[in-house]
Protein backbone atom coordinates (compact mmCIF):
# COMPACT_ATOMS: atom_id res chain seq x y z
CA UNK A 1 0.00 0.00 0.00
CA UNK A 2 1.21 3.37 -1.10
CA UNK A 3 -0.31 6.54 0.69
CA UNK A 4 -0.30 9.80 -0.50
CA UNK A 5 -1.31 12.69 1.61
CA UNK A 6 -2.35 16.05 0.70
CA UNK A 7 -4.20 19.18 1.50
CA UNK A 8 -1.77 20.79 3.83
CA UNK A 9 -0.67 24.70 3.52
CA UNK A 10 -0.84 27.84 5.27
CA UNK A 11 -3.76 28.34 7.02
CA UNK A 12 -4.90 31.46 9.63
CA UNK A 13 -5.39 30.78 13.18
CA UNK A 14 -8.99 30.04 13.63
CA UNK A 15 -9.52 28.66 9.77
CA UNK A 16 -9.64 25.22 8.26
CA UNK A 17 -7.94 22.57 6.14
CA UNK A 18 -9.06 19.73 4.87
CA UNK A 19 -6.35 16.62 4.67
CA UNK A 20 -6.37 13.93 2.46
CA UNK A 21 -4.95 10.47 2.23
CA UNK A 22 -5.23 8.21 -1.03
CA UNK A 23 -4.52 5.23 -1.02
CA UNK A 24 -3.03 3.09 -3.89
CA UNK A 25 -1.82 -0.73 -4.16
CA UNK A 26 -4.73 -2.12 -2.61
CA UNK A 27 -8.27 -1.36 -0.84
CA UNK A 28 -8.25 0.32 2.36
CA UNK A 29 -11.98 -1.89 3.09
CA UNK A 30 -10.46 -3.47 6.43
CA UNK A 31 -7.78 -1.39 7.21
CA UNK A 32 -7.84 1.43 10.11
CA UNK A 33 -6.88 4.30 9.26
CA UNK A 34 -4.93 6.95 11.68
CA UNK A 35 -3.75 10.81 11.23
CA UNK A 36 -0.48 11.55 13.36
CA UNK A 37 1.44 14.48 13.37
CA UNK A 38 4.80 16.12 14.62
CA UNK A 39 5.84 19.47 15.12
CA UNK A 40 9.67 20.76 15.23
CA UNK A 41 11.58 19.52 17.88
CA UNK A 42 8.85 17.14 19.41
CA UNK A 43 7.85 13.34 18.76
CA UNK A 44 5.31 12.04 17.05
CA UNK A 45 2.14 12.39 18.40
CA UNK A 46 -1.85 10.80 17.41
CA UNK A 47 -4.17 12.83 16.04
CA UNK A 48 -7.27 10.56 15.42
CA UNK A 49 -8.38 6.90 13.76
CA UNK A 50 -10.80 5.56 12.23
CA UNK A 51 -11.88 1.83 12.07
CA UNK A 52 -12.10 -0.28 8.89
CA UNK A 53 -16.27 0.54 9.04
CA UNK A 54 -15.93 3.92 9.71
CA UNK A 55 -18.65 3.81 12.84
CA UNK A 56 -15.43 3.90 15.46
CA UNK A 57 -13.67 7.67 14.99
CA UNK A 58 -11.51 7.99 17.89
CA UNK A 59 -9.37 11.71 18.66
CA UNK A 60 -6.60 12.78 20.74
CA UNK A 61 -8.04 15.35 23.54
CA UNK A 62 -6.86 18.17 21.10
CA UNK A 63 -8.61 17.26 18.36
CA UNK A 64 -12.11 16.39 19.93
CA UNK A 65 -14.70 19.17 18.63
CA UNK A 66 -12.31 20.39 16.48
CA UNK A 67 -11.32 17.92 14.01
CA UNK A 68 -13.29 15.07 12.24
CA UNK A 69 -11.74 11.90 10.40
CA UNK A 70 -13.75 10.10 7.95
CA UNK A 71 -13.11 7.83 4.78
CA UNK A 72 -14.52 7.12 1.95
CA UNK A 73 -13.44 3.15 0.85
CA UNK A 74 -15.02 3.67 -2.72
CA UNK A 75 -12.37 6.27 -3.44
CA UNK A 76 -9.52 4.90 -1.20
CA UNK A 77 -9.26 7.81 0.44
CA UNK A 78 -9.37 8.99 4.67
CA UNK A 79 -9.91 12.55 5.07
CA UNK A 80 -9.11 14.89 8.47
CA UNK A 81 -10.93 17.71 8.57
CA UNK A 82 -9.10 20.40 10.39
CA UNK A 83 -11.89 23.64 11.92
CA UNK A 84 -10.80 25.89 14.42
CA UNK A 85 -6.75 25.55 13.70
CA UNK A 86 -4.60 26.78 16.63
CA UNK A 87 -1.28 27.41 16.13
CA UNK A 88 -0.05 24.56 18.12
CA UNK A 89 -1.75 22.34 15.45
CA UNK A 90 1.03 23.33 13.16
CA UNK A 91 3.12 20.47 12.40
CA UNK A 92 3.60 17.97 9.08
CA UNK A 93 0.29 15.41 9.46
CA UNK A 94 1.21 11.71 8.94
CA UNK A 95 -1.84 9.28 7.71
CA UNK A 96 -1.07 5.84 8.66
CA UNK A 97 -2.95 2.51 7.57
CA UNK A 98 -2.90 -0.86 9.62
CA UNK A 99 -4.59 -3.90 9.87
CA UNK A 100 -3.94 -5.38 13.02
CA UNK A 101 -3.67 -3.92 16.10
CA UNK A 102 -3.50 -5.09 20.08
CA UNK A 103 -6.27 -2.52 21.22
CA UNK A 104 -8.94 0.15 19.99
CA UNK A 105 -8.39 2.84 20.04
CA UNK A 106 -5.25 2.46 17.33
CA UNK A 107 -3.40 5.03 19.08
CA UNK A 108 -0.16 3.60 18.41
CA UNK A 109 2.03 4.35 15.63
CA UNK A 110 4.18 1.68 15.93
CA UNK A 111 1.25 -0.74 14.61
CA UNK A 112 0.23 0.98 11.64
CA UNK A 113 2.10 -0.80 9.11
CA UNK A 114 1.88 1.75 5.92
CA UNK A 115 2.85 5.81 6.23
CA UNK A 116 2.14 8.43 3.90
CA UNK A 117 5.04 10.81 3.45
CA UNK A 118 3.24 13.92 5.01
CA UNK A 119 1.76 16.85 4.50
CA UNK A 120 2.73 20.46 5.88
CA UNK A 121 0.53 22.53 7.92
CA UNK A 122 1.18 25.83 8.64
CA UNK A 123 -0.97 28.03 10.82
CA UNK A 124 -0.11 32.60 11.04
CA UNK A 125 -1.58 33.66 14.48
Known amino acids: VQLQASGGGLVEAGGSLRLSCVAS????????AGWFRQAPGKEREFVAT????????YYADFAKGRFTISRDDSKNTAFLQMDAVKPDDAAIYYC???????????????????WGQGTLVTVSS
Open 50 to 57: ISWSGAKP
Open 25 to 32: GRNLNNYV
Open 96 to 114: AVGASFSRWPAKDGNEYTF
